[in-house]
């Protein structure tokens, strides 16, 4: 672990008090942590963000060949790039190379900005902010990104990253490095991935933590079993009242809830007996009509017997079969 606030202030000691401030205050190398803008250090100093600009570039020309002599640092920084198959995202290398410590990773920034070991590309719509050792390797990254992407649309749904892999062989460190870059792509609660827009990598609010909590179990659950299943601080009624209004759940039984996706069918028993039949297209047994319903309800049998002596909607045909008043020939 290195003396980091030692290293850039041996490379600062030199500069003129205005040069050194501005490249301080950009950076945020001064107590607060802080990095201002352009416009910000412009005001204090009364002059524009464009003469701030080029004191700052007029600084950083000169301590990027001072810099050198700190080659242990750099060399540093360059293994740990090469590592992650010459590309890291940003955040993540600040923090590595930092030593996981809050406040240093304003200092690893400034000298991966001094050196000209390391390019950086920015942060757009599809990507985070990166830096490299290998240019090479942001090729790797997008045909990695996009293959992924293309198994995960093909999926639709979550999978662990051995799915991914079409090598297993290939180093995972390497390969979430380059999938971490990726802002369509990420890992969820569960830790398993999947498109960065799916409820079940990220979660929003009480509606899509339950989705998780159900696919999970993958069964049906009482709503109180979810609340549970989402923290202790969860109050089950507010669980319950989202359950009710987002159409990717059915009340299945006595407050237990199944995902939609999963072939339950809401409504009244009546109304699934009557799409069961209808479904169908001809009459149906007594036996094949409690089989349809519960591969779709949480019921008891009597629940469904006591439906179909409703005959209001369903008829008995005098082979002992129950059709629909609306079937056609059912009448």
């Known amino acids: 672990m290195y003396d980091y606030p030692k290293v850039c202030s041996d490379l600062l000691e030199d500069l003129p008090g ?18 201002e803008t352009l416009e910000s250090i412009g005001e204090s100093y009364q002059i524009t963000r464009e003469r701030v600009r080029q004191i700052e570039k007029e600084g950083l020309k000169k301590l990027s060949k001072k810099v ?34 809050d406040g240093n990773e ?8 001094l050196s000209d070991f390391f390019d950086k590309n920015n942060e757009d719509n599809d990507f985070y902010s990166h830096w490299l050792t290998d240019k090479k390797s942001i090729d790797t990254a997008e045909n990695i990104i996009q293959n992924s992407y293309d198994k995960l649309k093909s999926k639709k749904k979550p999978v662990p990253l051995e799915d991914l892999k079409s ?19 990420k890992q969820g609660p569960q830790g398993l991935y999947g498109l960065s827009d799916w409820p079940e990598i990220s979660p929003r609010g ?17 709503f109180r079993k979810v609340a549970e299943s989402i923290g202790k601080d969860i109050n089950p009624q507010t669980v319950h009242n989202e359950l009710i209004k987002d159409d990717r759940f059915v009340l299945v039984g006595r407050g237990i809830y199944a995902l939609k996706e999963w072939g339950y069918e809401e409504g009244e028993v009546k109304d699934v007996i009557k799409r069961a039949i209808e479904r169908n297209g001809k009459p149906l047994s007594k036996e094949e009509i409690i089989d349809e319903v519960l591969d779709k309800r949480m019921v008891k049998k009597n629940t469904i017997i006591q439906n179909l002596s409703n005959k209001k909607y369903f008829k008995r045909t005098p082979d002992g079969y129950y059709t629909t008043r609306s079937l056609k020939g059912s009448s």
């Open 106 to 113: 304003n200092y690893v920034l400034f000298l991966l900005s």
């Open 68 to 101: 050198k002599k700190h080659g242990e640092v750099l060399y540093n920084f360059e293994e740990t790039i090469d590592d992650f198959g010459g590309l890291k995202r940003e955040d993540q290398l600040l923090y590595i190379l930092g030593g996981r410590k």
């Open 206 to 222: 009480v509606k899509d933590m339950a989705y998780i909590s159900l696919k999970k179990a993958d069964k049906p659950l009482h």
């Open 18 to 35: 205005r040069t050194k401030d501005v490249i301080l205050r950009r950076f945020g190398l001064k107590e607060s942590g802080q990095q």
């Open 167 to 185: 090598s297993p062989d290939y180093p995972t460190h390497k390969f979430i490095s380059y999938l971490d870059i990726s802002k369509t792509i």
